[in-house]
């Protein structure tokens, strides 16, 4: 059975290293580790860890996108195991207008990136 996708947003695969903070529900800092994204739109992205992250974690994250560090809020929407790692969709929930201009634009490169790559050559 195909699963149905949710998104709003078509998200790009990307890899990019991250560091994260768990927070509790009193907004308490936990566990800190980092991870790298699978893809990135411009309403989540797709997290890979090495330590499992629980569904509807409140997560501050700091990715790094080419030159730029951005800072943001996100929750986990669903989280897996996926060979030997961890990996959790996350929303965006608090995110800079600046921030998120700088993902809208490396979207945007990436998707023009792809579209102008042979076909055979896509990942």
């Not at 411009?42 to 997560?59: A, H, I, Q, S, W």
Request: charge should be positive; charged fraction near 30%.
């Amino acid at each position: 059975m195909k699963q149905r996708d949710h998104r709003r947003f078509i998200r790009y695969e990307a890899l990019h290293l991250l560091d994260y903070i768990e927070l509790d529900e009193a907004g308490n800092p936990g566990r800190y580790s980092m991870g790298r994204t699978i893809d990135v739109s411009l309403d989540g992205l797709k997290l890979e860890t090495t330590y499992p992250v629980k569904t509807n974690c409140r997560l501050l994250i700091t990715i790094g996108l080419e030159d730029d560090l951005i800072d943001l809020e996100g929750r986990t929407t669903h989280a897996r195991p996926s060979e030997g790692r961890f990996v959790s969709g996350v929303t965006f929930a608090k995110i800079s207008r600046e921030d998120r201009r700088i993902i809208a634009k490396y979207v945007e490169a990436f998707h023009a990136r792809q579209k102008a790559q042979p076909p055979a050559s896509r990942p």
